[in-house]
């Protein structure tokens, strides 16, 4: 008899075990299903976005108070992104590097289409807004299809000026911030000059500089070079400075020379310092070059804003305004691409 109730419960202790087995297993698949189908969604997000601002776009008229463009230009834009959206929705299925950016941003890009289609409704469906400083979507793009060569030429001057400007600023605050770092005596001498000189901002030196350069186009450059070269010295040197005076004293016993010391051990230690002046002067270079073109320049992004400005144009500010934007980003993420290179092992401490 006790052999047999054993067995019995041995039997009902299996039969539960299985149980609840099939129940995690279900509970789990239910699980996954339910976070696969949530993905989805997620994924699905901005073209459902797109959808909606294209239905608001076709389903409500523009209010006649604004001019008419030549073509639907924002619907022709809209259908591009509902079809980007689509394309990287269906390679998100196959392709898993897509699926988790995708999931992410896809409840953000949702919102962004809700900024637009308010946006939309404020000013060419119910012009909510002054008619003359908020066009319509649809004015704004006419921009970019109908003077595509004028905002090129814009963009080519803006990044010459611009390029030049930040290679003489990066070049000079790296010298300076490198003598100052390592030399006391000239950190003794030069540090109270550029103490007072440095935090002027470059723009306040516009009227003096227009008077002292032959050409609008020397004196842009060397303000965006002056709005750069403060915050790389200062960088520079507070790096150098900042590094153990301990790697310095090994370098000494070991024969290094001031040569090797500068550029083996002072100069990489400071780099994220060095990278941190850089991006901060690049910010101040796009105000100095902004407000540089506004003065003078016979062309460039800074240029083409004041001139719409001038001939009552809003359509074609908010198309310039736009172009920086762009111009921006790109020069900043290429940027983080090259400091993601170079410092490799601090990766994720500085996020773009």
């Keep these: 008899m006790p052999k047999?109730?054993?067995?019995?419960?041995?039997?009902?202790?299996?039969?539960?075990?299985?149980?609840?087995?099939?129940?995690?297993?279900?509970?789990?698949?239910?699980?996954?299903?339910?976070?696969?189908?949530?993905?989805i969604i997620k994924r699905l997000f901005p073209a459902l976005g797109v959808l909606l601002a294209l239905f608001v776009q076709i389903a409500l008229p523009n209010d006649t108070q604004h001019p008419a463009a030549k073509q639907n230009y924002y619907e022709h834009f809209l259908f591009i992104l509902f079809g980007a959206a689509l394309l990287f929705f269906v390679l998100s299925i196959f392709i898993k590097k897509l699926r988790e950016p995708l999931n992410q941003k896809g409840p953000f890009l949702l919102g962004a289409s809700g900024i637009l289609i308010a946006i939309n409704l404020a000013t060419a469906k119910f012009a909510l807004l002054p008619v003359i400083f908020f066009p319509s979507y649809d004015n704004i793009l006419a921009v970019f299809a109908e003077?595509?060569?004028?905002?090129?030429?814009?963009?080519?001057?803006?990044?010459?000026?611009?390029?030049?400007?930040?290679f003489w600023g990066v070049i000079t605050g790296f010298i300076t911030g490198i003598f100052l770092g390592f030399s006391k005596k000239v950190y003794y001498w030069i540090n109270p000059y550029i103490k007072l000189?440095?935090?002027?901002?470059?723009?306040?030196?516009?009227?003096?500089?227009?008077?002292?350069?032959?050409?609008?186009?020397g004196a842009s450059v060397f303000i965006i070079a002056l709005a750069v070269w403060f915050p790389v010295q200062l960088m520079t040197s507070s790096g150098i400075q900042n590094t153990s005076r301990v790697y310095f004293e090994v370098g000494r016993t070991l024969g290094a020379g001031t040569f090797f010391q500068i550029f083996k051990i002072a100069v990489p230690?400071?780099?994220?310092?060095?990278?941190?002046?850089?991006?901060?002067?690049?910010?101040?270079?796009?105000?100095?070059?902004?407000?540089?073109?506004m003065f003078g320049a016979k062309y460039g992004i800074g240029w083409y804003i004041s001139y719409q400005k001038a001939m009552m144009m809003y359509s074609g500010v908010y198309a310039g305004l736009i172009?920086?934007?762009?111009?921006?980003?790109?020069?900043?993420?290429?940027?983080f691409k090259v400091r993601k290179r170079m410092l490799g092992w601090q990766k994720g401490l500085i996020k773009w």
């Design 4 to 39: 047999i109730t054993l067995s019995k419960t041995s039997e009902k202790s299996k039969t539960t075990k299985a149980a609840k087995a099939a129940k995690s297993s279900k509970s789990s698949k239910t699980s996954k299903t339910a976070a696969s189908v949530k993905s």
């Design 147 to 166: 003077q595509t060569a004028l905002l090129l030429k814009c963009v080519w001057y803006s990044f010459r000026l611009l390029i030049l400007g930040v």
């Design 197 to 217: 000189i440095g935090p002027i901002p470059a723009t306040a030196w516009i009227p003096l500089v227009l008077t002292t350069f032959s050409t609008p186009f």
């Design 269 to 293: 230690a400071a780099l994220p310092n060095i990278f941190q002046g850089i991006f901060n002067g690049i910010c101040a270079a796009f105000i100095a070059l902004m407000t540089a073109e």
């Design 323 to 335: 172009l920086i934007a762009v111009f921006c980003t790109l020069i900043i993420t290429s940027l």
